[in-house]
Each structure stands twice: as structure tokens, then as C-alpha cells.
């Protein structure tokens, strides 16, 4: 606090200068990134950058620290020992010094990497945190102490620890309300894709209509626009459907495989087979945590592991007949890209007359029926119907 007017001293203008062209757009994420990372205060602050894959993130962060002056990380998959190693080399490249003969364990290297911001506000920047705690655990928690040590007084060290990753799930559960790391943190910047005017720009689509249905496709992620479809853009309408086959639908493009990943980035971190078992008891007609639970056999909070994924995705839901037992589902969670990409609203009726009374909760009625499930869903509970309902044939004159 200022001793005469009681107030604190301004925080530093951020350089928006030094932001790369090639990053496209994220003024607010810079200014907010800079902003933290040349904070002068006292005090060791934590700050985490989080978001889907393929908006920017890593991107975004090397150039904080390259701006800045400071130290930057990317983890990778990789065993502990092979991770400090790495990092080990990182820091002496950083420091221009020898390399440390062996950090032993992470509480060495963390303490290392924290003694940085001795002498100045400085970032370090560690990416892809998430494939690091899979290999070490407990590496939260030798953050959380570090981060507690550097509290007491007195308060010099200025090191802005930033965590990255793109596995939502994780870093969500790393810095959930409750973790320990959500105690500690002073920041949590998470990046969306773009709006439709942004990704208009992007592409550099003049037309609104062309604009929105490139958006109704691909969305607003930056890196498909390069990266995703080697600069192929529509030319105009009549030029669209055209594109969306040799890009969207093309094999040969990456694209083409990019929903796949999406999905197994939500759940590469949970069991497949507790999925399909919760989707198995949802098909019994369980339509509570408990239920699932009992299906299961699991104590309710390892049942509720696998049930949220399968909600907060919205890959399944069914219509209630009978009281309750379900006569739709949707397809296969990893089935088709459709299921994935926003143009699936774009698709017909998804009922093909209108839907059965319902008894109970409202639910929100699915086209899939159930011939399409596989068969270990299709018979695996009572109360089914063996095909959807049928539009009556108009009668004869």
C-alpha cells in the first residue's frame, strides 16, 4: 500500500506491442497476460490459461514470455525422471549456465524455477501442466507448498507462476472451487474461440451469409483456418458446399479427424468403459447419480467420474414413455464427426412426427433410434421399444 494516499501503485503499462501478427485478435488475453506477468507487487502469484485445443494457447504463451523476458516450459507425456531432465535443460539454456546434475524431485525444481523472481517480476510459464500431473501426482501439491512458503515474510519474490493445458477436464479439476491450486491462484484466463465477426475476419469473408456458414462448420478456432485446411477458403455460396467436401469431409485433411480428437481429449482422463457402462444404465431407465450408482455397483463418487462427462457433453438423452423408460438414445459418443461439429443443428426434424407423450422430467427428445446403437446398448435394459415411432401410411382412396 502507498503510505501517503493509501492506495496501490499502478500496475505497469502492458506492451501490446510486441504481440506477434500471427496471433490474431486476443487483445484482452494479452493485456490481462502482460499485465500479471510484469506486476511489480511482492508476492508470488499463480495464474492458470486454460481452454480447448487449437485456440492459441501455446501460442499466446510463448510469446508472453519471449516479450517479457521470461522462462518458458511445454511439457510433454513422459515419465517424472524424463520430465526433470527436460526441464533441467530448459532452465540452464534460460540461464546460460551448466545444466543441475539432477533434480531429485519436483520440490527441488519448483523451488528453482520460483527463485527466478528474486530479483524482478518475471513469468514462468509451464505448458501442457496436465501431462505432467499424469506422470506426478503430487506435483499439485508441491506447488501449493512452494507457493505457501514464499508467503511468510518477508515477501520478495516476484515470480508469476502461469499454468497451461487444453485437457479441460484436468485442469477444471486442478483448479476446481475446492482444489488446492484455486486457493492460491490469482488468475484463471480462459480461452474461447472466436465470435462470427471475429472468425469472418479471420477467414476474410466479406459476405455475411458465406460467414456464417463457414462458422455453422468450423467455428471460431484459429488454427483451423491455416493449420487445419492449408489456407482454403470459399470463394463464394456456390463455391461452399465444395469446400466443405474437400476440407470437412476430405480424408486426406486433417480436419476430417479433428471432432475424433475432440472427443478423446474429453475423455482420454476417464475410463471408456465406465462411460459405456453409464450409458448401459441410463438405457435400464437410471435417471439419477444414485441409480447409476447402483447399476453400476460403485459407491456413488466413482460412479459420478464418468456421468458427468456423458451429460455435460450432451452425446446422449432420451424421451420418456411408460413412466420413465426411454425408447431413444443417441448414437455412439465417438460414432460420427456430426455429433461433434456446430453444423449439427443444421440437420433435419429430429423427429419424424411428433413425440410421445412424457411422463415425469421433460427430456429432450434424440433422432438416433435404437437400431443404430450397438448391440450391447440396444438390449441393455427393459422397457425398449424395438424401433422408433412410425408415420402412419396415408390412407387409400
Known amino acids: 500500500m502507498n503510505a501517503v494516499h493509501g492506495q496501490r501503485p499502478q500496475m505497469a503499462v502492458p ?29 508470488t502469484r499463480l495464474g492458470a490459461v486454460v481452454g480447448r485445443p487449437r485456440q492459441g494457447k501455446t501460442l499466446l504463451l510463448e510469446s508472453v514470455a519471449r516479450a517479457t523476458g521470461g522462462f518458458y516450459f511445454c511439457g510433454q507425456e513422459a515419465t517424472e525422471a524424463e520430465s526433470l531432465r527436460r526441464l533441467g535443460e530448459e532452465y540452464a539454456r534460460y540461464r546460460q549456465v551448466a545444466p543441475p546434475s539432477h533434480w531429485r524431485d519436483w520440490k527441488e525444481a519448483i523451488d528453482a524455477l520460483l527463485a527466478l523472481g528474486d530479483s524482478r517480476a518475471l513469468p514462468v510459464i509451464i505448458d501442457s501442466f496436465p501431462d505432467l500431473v499424469a506422470a506426478s501426482p503430487a506435483l499439485t501439491s508441491v506447488i501449493h507448498g512452494a507457493l505457501r512458503r514464499l508467503e511468510r515474510p518477508p515477501q520478495v519474490n516476484r515470480a508469476r507462476l502461469i499454468l497451461g493445458g487444453s ?12 482444489s488446492q491450486l484455486e486457493a492460491v491462484s490469482g488468475l484463471k484466463l480462459d480461452l474461447q474461440p472466436l465470435d462470427f465477426r471475429k472468425a469472418a475476419q479471420l ?19 484459429p488454427a483451423y483456418r491455416h493449420d487445419y485446411v492449408g489456407g482454403d477458403v470459399p470463394v463464394d455460396r456456390n463455391d461452399f458446399d465444395a469446400w466443405v467436401c474437400r476440407t470437412v469431409l476430405n480424408p486426406r485433411t486433417p480436419l476430417f479427424r479433428e471432432a475424433r480428437h475432440l472427443v478423446d481429449e ?12 453409464v450409458l448401459a444404465a441410463l438405457a435400464a431407465g437410471c435417471a439419477t447419480q444414485g441409480e447409476i450408482a447402483a447399476f453400476l455397483g460403485q459407491q456413488l463418487s466413482d460412479a459420478s467420474r464418468a456421468s458427468p462427462f456423458s451429460e455435460r457433453t450432451a452425446y446422449f438423452g432420451w424421451s420418456t414413455m411408460d413412466c420413465g423408460r426411454p425408447s431413444y438414445v443417441t448414437g455412439p459418443p465417438t460414432s460420427s464427426w456430426r455429433s461433434s461439429m456446430p453444423w449439427r443443428a443444421r440437420a433435419g426434424p429430429r423427429w419424424n412426427k411428433a413425440p410421445p407423450k412424457r411422463c415425469g422430467k421433460r427430456r429432450e427428445p434424440i433422432s438416433t433410434p435404437l437400431s443404430r446403437l450397438p448391440s450391447s446398448l440396444r438390449h441393455a435394459g427393459t422397457g425398449w421399444s424395438t424401433s422408433p415411432p412410425r408415420i402412419p401410411s396415408a390412407p387409400t382412396t
Open 15 to 43: 506492451d501490446l506491442s510486441a504481440k506477434p501478427d500471427r496471433l490474431f485478435d486476443r487483445e484482452d488475453e494479452w493485456s490481462t497476460l502482460i499485465a500479471f506477468s510484469s506486476d511489480p507487487h511482492a508476492g
Open 167 to 178: 485437457t479441460a477436464p484436468v485442469m477444471n479439476r486442478l483448479f476446481a472451487p475446492s
Open 203 to 221: 477467414w476474410g469473408i466479406d459476405d455475411p451469409e458465406l460467414a456464417f456458414r463457414v462458422y455453422a462448420v468450423v467455428g471460431g478456432t
Open 266 to 277: 474429453e475423455t482420454g482422463h476417464q475410463s471408456p468403459g465406465a462411460c459405456h457402462s
